[in-house]
């Protein structure tokens, strides 16, 4: 496995994937669409969506913005095609220690499945697609002008783990950006209220990912991979995914005071608050067989309750 492994959920890499595994009656050009499609696991492209789309629902609500369509589907191919490029290019970078991997030789450029030349040509055409999408949001053009610096730092953590043990927080950092961006492109502002769902998200993300990358400490230390957990032992990882986890819970009741939201999102609060202990609950230094449950279940509950007690108490709770 890789250092900054929440990639695999989030790029669409967890669990063992046998790309090997095809259905017989499939015509090339469709097997070769469903290739790509699990390369990127364009089903997970959903995880990032609710903190996205809660920032477009509280700029939404704003007396002085209008809700047009073309927003909407802005921020849709938008979130879909920047993390197609972020996957591919992820998938591109780490074909080698992919293919070292007993667990992801079989992913499709280290199986021969695709062709390094086609991941690159697919890379670049969800990168143009991305900034392409930004023009959307004409006359805004807040959005098009930080298209590229966006793109650029989310490549950019494919290749973290190579130098620095915080590639968690870079990940974090680059998940973080959805719902500034989010608003940017509907408001055409810089706000306070999407930079506290944004910490939420840095300090969430940047936790979990500790956590799942600590089974991967010896192949890490292994092959000169970065992450806490290698840097500083399983234990110190632990604790230091529960500080982050800690900050978390401070961030969400920050912004449930900040946004003015009300009683559906305050226990919604509180929910979150015992999901994150019973995440930890879960993993132990000395077993970390129940990972995969922590990792994908409780933050996918997580992550979709927030959107949706958020959006509820903005409409029922006040």
């Known amino acids: 496995m890789k ?23 499939d015509s090339p050009a469709v097997s070769r669409i469903r290739h790509f499609l699990e390369l990127i696991r364009f089903s997970h492209t959903i995880f990032a969506l609710p903190f996205a789309l809660l920032s477009a629902v509280m700029a939404w609500r704003l007396p002085s913005t209008t809700f047009r369509w073309t927003d909407f589907l802005g921020i849709l191919l938008c979130m879909v095609f920047a993390r197609s490029a972020a996957m591919a290019f992820n998938r591109l970078v780490d074909r080698r220690i992919d293919a070292a991997n007993p667990r992801t ?10 062709s390094v030349t086609s991941v690159a040509v697919f890379t670049v055409a969800m990168s143009l ?19 590229i610096p966006v ?40 706000a306070v209220t999407p930079t506290l769902i944004a910490a939420i998200i840095f300090f969430w993300v940047g936790g979990f990912d500790i956590l799942y990358a600590c089974q991967d400490l010896e192949f890490d230390s292994a092959n000169r991979l970065h992450s806490i957990p290698a840097k500083l032992g399983i234990d110190r ?22 946004a003015g939201m009300g009683i559906i999102f305050l226990l919604g609060c509180v ?3 015992g999901l994150l202990l019973y995440e930890h609950s879960l993993v ?15 933050n996918a509950v997580i992550s979709f309750g927030i959107l949706v007690l958020g959006c509820l108490d903005l409409w029922f709770g006040r």
Not at 129 to 147: D, E
Not at 284 to 298: I, M, Q, T
């Open 3 to 25: 250092a900054c492994v929440l990639s695999d959920f989030i790029l669409g890499n967890h669990g063992s994937f046998n790309s090997t595994v095809a259905k017989t009656n």
């Open 105 to 114: 030789s079989t992913r499709h450029i280290p199986a021969g499945l695709l």
């Open 129 to 147: 697609a991305f900034i392409a999408s930004t023009l959307i949001f004409l006359p805004r053009t807040l959005p098009l002008v930080l298209s």
């Open 151 to 190: 793109l650029l730092f989310l490549l950019g953590y494919s290749f973290a783990k190579r130098w620095t043990s915080l590639c968690h927080y870079w990940l974090s950092a680059a998940l973080m950006l959805s719902p500034i961006a989010v608003w940017i492109a509907i408001r055409d502002e810089f």
């Open 237 to 258: 990882a632990l604790r230091l995914a529960m500080f982050s986890h800690v900050l978390t819970i401070l961030m969400l009741f920050i912004f449930w005071w900040w």
């Open 271 to 273: 929910l979150i608050a």
């Open 284 to 298: 132990r230094p000395g077993d970390l067989s129940r990972v995969n449950l922590a990792f994908f279940h409780v």
